[in-house]
């Protein structure tokens, strides 16, 4: 199984919006 780096991308920003979410600024 590979994983492309779309597939990253799209998980970092997913962690990036839930981060900035989390910290509620």
Do not use: C, N, P
Not at 1 to 25: K, N, P, W, Y
């Amino acid at each position: 199984m590979s994983v492309g780096i779309e597939d990253i991308s799209d998980l970092l920003a997913d962690l990036d919006q839930a981060l900035r979410f989390a910290t509620g600024d």
